[in-house]
């Protein structure tokens, strides 16, 4: 049995992990901020597919496996994401695609 205190904490150290992120956005890309303090760098497992972005971390014994999808912005690079984690953040930066315009000339 899990008294309610340890219940409550583990419930709220499992959705300050998937809910602490901020995006944000520059003239070259988009970036994500994850907070994931004490994560095994080696255990984030991120992977594009068609259009969204997958995050996966496994959690321990408690909390599980955590993971989101995202829909990626549109006029991004799929191919050219990075990610980094440094001092518990992990950082993704989907960098974005020149915006190609052809004019077209009336006949």
């Not at 205190?5 to 970036?31: C, G, H, V």
Request: proline share 3%.
């Amino acid at each position: 049995m899990y008294n309610n205190k340890n219940y409550s904490d583990m419930f709220d150290s499992l959705m300050y992990r998937i809910t602490n992120l901020a995006w944000s956005e520059d003239d070259d890309k988009f970036t994500c901020d994850i907070q994931l303090p004490g994560a095994d760098k080696k255990k984030i497992e991120l992977d594009v597919i068609d259009d969204e972005l997958h995050f996966k971390y496994p959690g321990d014994n408690f909390n599980g496996v955590i993971h989101r999808e995202w829909t990626m912005p549109k006029g991004v690079k799929k191919d050219d994401v990075s990610a980094e984690y440094n001092n518990g953040i992990l950082h993704l930066y989907i960098n974005k695609a020149k915006r190609e315009e052809t004019r077209i000339q009336v006949k």
